[in-house]
């Protein structure tokens, strides 16, 4: 499946590279999604973006919401987890262009988690194309439950909860080499991530999470393909702490295609693996990597203002959320790319 994830990557560009739909398209990077379970958005993520970064004094504001569905159970090696319910995650973000080819990012992050109102749509989705369901037609329907035991003592628990704050991720991209036409262009980033979040409630770990990572990004005249690579040193949230459960580091890697249609609709997708960051617990269902698959556009509202959405659909079956819905409303008020 993850090869196929691929082939739709490059088969987008190479489409792109090949038709010419849009001579001279503005590029606007990849899409700012992430895996949303609940353990991995305790950890530092740098969304994937491109390699350019902003003007200096020119600025973007993002409006954001992802909403996924979430069922797992397994255990192994006198250690469990379990995942039932709907996670609702907004983001307000903004990206600022500094001197010297540096961008700085700066996200508030809150979570809505609940049992939801899903599961019969996706039980009849699974049933229609004979997708397996891993045993979701059998559970209660709508229910939310999130834990991690560790010789039978929790050691990770998200709690139903209104709204509440999660970590706040501060990036800091540099811009090394320019993007050519007969080059690929090279960013550097790092972050970190403030513990804001309510740790006690599963929204946060407690610890300043660092990050580092390169973006590679190579354009056409009418497709944009953008790589990354990173690694976040995690922390561990006291409850796993307490139980001697450590929050492993996560690497994630992906790749993105972007291929204007007009001038005012962008196609979009992308495909991200990442590792667990509960591969400690010692069986598959937490300690295989994570892929998802995204597929997506962005409309140009007026000048300066564009509307995104897309789907996220989970690889590696038995590991990560079933599907997420992901939209965004961004506002350039510069308009370049």
């Known amino acids: 499946m993850s090869v196929r994830a691929v082939a739709v990557l490059l088969a987008l560009s190479g489409f792109g590279a090949a ?30 973006a491109s390699a350019a970064t902003l003007p200096p004094g020119d600025f973007e504001l993002r409006a954001a919401a992802e909403y996924s569905s979430l069922f797992l159970s397994g255990q192994g090696n006198g250690n469990s987890f379990a995942m039932d319910g709907e996670y609702l995650q907004t983001r307000l973000s903004a990206r600022l262009g500094l001197p010297s080819q540096l961008e700085l990012d700066l996200e508030l992050p809150y979570a809505h988690t609940g049992g939801g109102f899903l599961d019969d749509f996706i039980i009849n989705w699974h049933d229609f194309w004979g997708f397996p369901d891993q045993g979701r037609s059998a559970a209660p329907r709508n229910q939310w439950f999130v834990r991690a035991t560790d010789q039978g003592n929790t050691a990770f628990e ?21 993007i050519r036409p007969d080059a690929i262009g090279l960013a550097l980033r790092a972050g970190t991530e403030l513990p804001l979040g309510d740790d006690k409630r599963g929204f946060g770990n407690g610890s300043f999470d660092t990050a580092i990572g390169a973006i590679a990004e190579w354009r056409s ?55 667990s960051t509960l591969r400690q617990l010692g069986f ?45 409303m961004a506002l350039r008020p510069g308009g370049g790319p």
């Open 19 to 48: 038709s010419g739909c849009v001579q001279d398209a503005e590029f606007r990077g990849p899409m700012p999604v992430r895996n949303e379970h609940p353990a991995q958005l305790t950890v530092l993520h740098m969304d994937i």
């Open 158 to 178: 998200v709690r139903a909860e209104d709204w509440r704050p999660m970590d706040v991720p501060v990036v800091l991209k540099w811009q090394c080499l320019p």
């Open 221 to 275: 005249s009418v497709v944009a393909v953008v790589a990354h690579l990173q690694h976040t040193f995690a922390g561990t949230p006291p409850l796993a702490r307490a139980v001697g459960l450590h929050f492993a580091d996560v690497t994630s890697t992906g790749i993105a295609a972007e291929l204007p249609l007009s001038h005012s609709v962008t196609a979009l997708a992308q495909v991200e693996w990442e590792t």
């Open 284 to 328: 598959d269902r937490v300690a295989s990597p994570q892929m998802l698959l995204w597929i997506g556009g962005r409309v140009l509202l007026q000048r300066g203002l564009f509307l995104e959405a897309a789907v996220g659909e989970d690889l590696l079956p038995y590991v990560s959320p079933d599907v997420t819905i992901w939209l965004s």
